[in-house]
């Protein structure tokens, strides 16, 4: 059984930089995806990044293109995304998630496993 464990989150000023971990336990398949979701008080859950398992290709939201960044360790056992420039806009409980995604889409109804989220606040 998956099981998924992020850390990292905290506090940081506008322009600051974070990185968050997701622990994976459990064997994904070939056509897994590894998610980054976040959730603002009161917000619906936005995907923001994705990862395939098998070859490592990545995909961001318009609202973090060029800013957040994901990576992963070479046993595949860490996945970790790289938050900067980060903004006052980017706020709220961090997910890692994993489903049967090969296209990467970042729609919650393609992830069926998750961690149990990480904060992230940005304050002046």
């Known amino acids: 059984q998956v099981q998924l464990v992020e850390s990292g989150g905290g506090s940081v000023r506008p322009g600051g930089s974070l990185r968050l971990s997701c622990s994976v336990s459990g064997d994904l398949g070939q056509h897994y995806a590894i998610g980054w979701f976040r959730q603002a008080p009161g917000e619906e859950r936005e995907g923001i990044a994705s990862m395939a398992h098998s070859d490592g290709t990545t995909y961001y939201s318009k609202s973090v293109e060029g800013r957040f960044f994901i990576t992963r360790d070479a046993a595949k056992r860490r996945v970790f995304l790289l938050m900067d420039d980060l903004r006052l806009e980017d706020p709220g409980l961090y997910y890692c998630?994993?489903?049967?995604?090969?296209?990467?889409?970042?729609?919650?109804?393609?992830?069926?496993?998750w961690g149990q989220g990480t904060q992230v606040i940005v304050s002046a």
């Open positions: 998630a994993t489903g049967y995604n090969p296209a990467l889409r970042l729609w919650e109804q393609f992830y069926d496993t």
